[in-house]
């Protein structure tokens, strides 16, 4: 079993949303950015 855990509390607080997003993209995380973008866009405003 392989586990992979990212932490990206901080990335968030740090790093424009949009383009964290793309980054992972771009790095191949396509899969998961789906799920980040739902949660961004419900919490975008909250984290600012």
């Not at 799920?35 to 600012?48: G, P, R, T």
């Given at each position: ?33 789906d ?14």
């Open positions: 079993m392989i586990v992979i855990y990212f932490d990206l509390s901080k990335a968030f607080d740090k790093v424009p949303h949009r383009r964290l997003l793309i980054k992972l993209e771009a790095i191949g995380i396509r899969r998961y950015e799920l980040f973008s739902v949660d961004l866009a419900a919490q975008e405003d909250a984290w600012k």
